[in-house]
């Protein structure tokens, strides 16, 4: 089971246990030896759902938007990336070279096509700007993926 996630960066603490917590959750409902995480290991949910689904004994696909993705994440979010890269069963690229808005939602589109279904750390609201999590649960859904998404109640961005 390939399983992609997408979600909010830039969460609080408060709310960044509760959805490690909810993912850990989720990743304990797969079979741990059939489950491969499909992320951009961005900081957060993508980061946040590939050691989960890696703790837990499945796999990591990463998906890399663009070649100048890693250097335009935060800096202190870098040797979690590379732990992760390291990590990764296969990579996946767009071939894109600037990490925008453009290439993070090709990157998704690739996660998507990848996934048997998308895990969404999402509010419900519409995205912040193009690409965002709404963007990317609107492009599954338009191309037959489930999502399920996850949130913590009465939790805000």
């Keep these: ?21 909810l993912l850990a959750e989720a990743v304990s409902g797969y079979d741990a030896g059939e489950l491969v995480a499909v992320s951009c290991i961005a900081d957060g949910p ?3 759902f590939a ?11 990463v998906v ?6 890693r250097a335009k ?3 202190w979010h870098h040797a979690t990336y590379d ?4 990590r990764a069963s296969d990579v996946h690229e767009t071939g894109m070279t600037d990490s925008d808005a453009d290439a993070h939602m090709a990157g998704s589109e690739v996660l998507v096509g990848l996934a048997d279904e998308l895990v969404a ?3 419900g609201k519409p995205a912040w700007g193009y690409g965002g999590t709404a963007d990317v649960v609107a492009y599954a859904e338009r ?5 399920r998404v996850l949130w913590p109640e009465g939790a805000t961005r």
Excluded: C, F, K
Excluded at 1 to 19: A, F, K, P, Y
Excluded at 64 to 69: D, G, L, R
Excluded at 143 to 147: K, Q, R, S
């Design 46 to 48: 993508d980061a946040w």
């Design 51 to 61: 050691e989960a689904a890696l703790s837990a004994g499945g796999h990591l696909e």
């Design 1 to 21: 089971m390939r399983v992609g996630i997408t979600g909010h960066r830039g969460l609080s603490t408060d709310v960044e246990v509760q959805v490690r917590a």
């Design 121 to 123: 750390v999402w509010d």
């Design 143 to 147: 191309n037959g993926v489930p999502v």
């Design 73 to 75: 994440l935060p800096e």
């Design 83 to 86: 732990a992760l890269m390291s």
């Design 64 to 69: 890399v938007p663009a070649a100048e993705y």
